[in-house]
């Protein structure tokens, strides 16, 4: 079996869209598959790539970005990044002979693959991670039922109905697809899922960290991750005054940055609460594990939109692997994940003084540590580890390309 993958962006870069992909072609190689990958022209745009490029042992096929006039316009730009692609696809397909393609979101790497496929005469799999139609209105670059905002999602609709099959993260996201007449038999979920291999529980803090940001001897509350507006960041250091009555010696570890960093910067001088909350901006990844090591709950306080009741996010399965305590939102996205109470804690999304109650609770409750984080661990052993979850393509994959081997 012979997949060629049609991504959006990859490693190097570090994302969770990147992090998915990875964990993908890494499990097929497992399975003896052999693998091609292409990325779209939106890879480090304004640079000007390689024509490939091996990253982790991983050859990937880059495109170049379209310097024209039009490619900088309004939804012209965008059927620029689609020409592109396909022209690059077909050449690279024609070489490759692919038994499937298999492109992933968003809906302008489907739109490129079918019509490669087309031509090609070769199978497609469209994997929907997430409506980027949303992402734009969470990052206030389109408004919800706005003109761009329905011509994304008619184009998305457009390639559902014309890939010959169709994979996607999770429940809301495929009940969503149901929704808009996309046979229910036709799409497969290949959830969001870790190497738990990857992740080893945190036995003791890094002391050199916890003397420069100065948390020795408190109860840390953090966040790592990116900044978006819809991760519900300013509603928690909101929360910091009460909490900070009930627990003086609570300090809030805030690693990452993005669309919103300033804004909560802002907001933490206003609160003044800048010697309360730390903020480190954007860290290495290789030293994010230190940055672990020194909380003692992580908090995900997603806002309930959309995006985020579909959406399951990486972020915590990724803490229950490493047995790390956890509060989330109660958000679609997350319920699919967390058990509350279980192998996890949940809050009313968007409800401050739930966060709080709850936030204090959980700390009031230490002796169910163990066991909560026992059954994380678990639960991405078991359950959500990447051998299970792309194993869900076995049938796809053979039913596209019968004669393919796998």
């Not at 049609?6 to 190097?12: G, K, M, N, R």
């Not at 808009?180 to 890094?206: G, H, M």
Request: hydrophobic share 40%.
């Amino acid at each position: 079996m012979h997949v060629l993958h049609v991504l959006d962006h990859s490693i190097p870069l570090q994302s969770g869209y990147t992090f998915r992909t990875r964990a993908i072609l890494k499990e097929q190689r497992a399975l003896g598959w052999r693998t091609s990958q292409i990325t779209s022209p939106k890879h480090n745009p304004g640079e000007n790539p390689p024509a490939m490029e091996e990253v982790d042992g991983i050859r990937f096929y880059r495109c170049l970005e379209s310097r024209s006039l039009v490619s900088r316009l309004p939804v012209l730009g965008q059927w620029s990044v689609i020409q592109v692609l396909t022209k690059r696809l077909i050449e690279v397909a024609r070489e490759l002979q692919p038994d499937v393609i298999h492109a992933h979101s968003p809906a302008l790497n489907g739109v490129a693959a079918i019509r490669a496929g087309q031509a090609l005469g070769i199978p497609v799999v469209y994997e929907v991670r997430g409506f980027w139609e949303d992402a734009a209105v969470s990052h206030g670059t389109s408004s919800e039922g706005g003109l761009r905002y329905r011509l994304t999602r008619a184009m998305e609709t457009w390639v559902l109905r014309r890939a010959d099959a169709v994979t996607c993260i999770c429940e809301g996201i495929l009940q969503d697809l149901v929704s808009r007449s996309i046979p229910r038999e036709k799409i497969t979920i290949v959830p969001n899922a870790v190497d738990a291999s990857r992740f080893q529980p945190l036995e003791k803090r890094d002391p050199i960290l916890e003397r420069e940001l100065s948390l020795e001897g408190k109860k840390v509350v953090a966040f790592i991750g990116s900044f978006y507006d819809y991760e519900g960041l300013d509603l928690l250091v909101d929360a910091m005054p009460d909490l900070l009555v009930a627990r003086p010696d609570i300090r809030l570890l805030l690693v990452g940055g993005g669309q919103v960093a300033d804004a909560i910067s802002t907001r933490v001088a206003e609160l003044g609460l800048s010697e309360k909350v730390i903020m480190t901006g954007r860290v290495p990844h290789e030293t994010v594990e230190g940055y672990y090591s020194c909380t003692d709950i992580l908090v995900y306080p997603r806002k309930s939109m959309r995006l985020t009741e579909l959406v399951t996010p990486l972020k915590p399965l990724e803490a229950m692997a490493q047995k790390s305590m956890f509060l989330a939102s109660d958000v679609g996205g997350h319920k699919e994940l967390v058990r509350d109470g279980v192998n996890g804690t949940l809050f009313r999304a968007d409800d401050r003084n739930d966060l709080v109650d709850c936030l204090l609770r959980l700390m009031e409750q230490e002796s169910r540590w163990p066991s909560i984080r026992a059954a994380g661990r678990e639960f991405v052993e078991n359950e959500r580890n990447w051998v299970n979850s792309v194993a869900n393509l076995k049938a796809v994959y053979s039913r596209l390309a019968p004669g393919a081997s796998l």
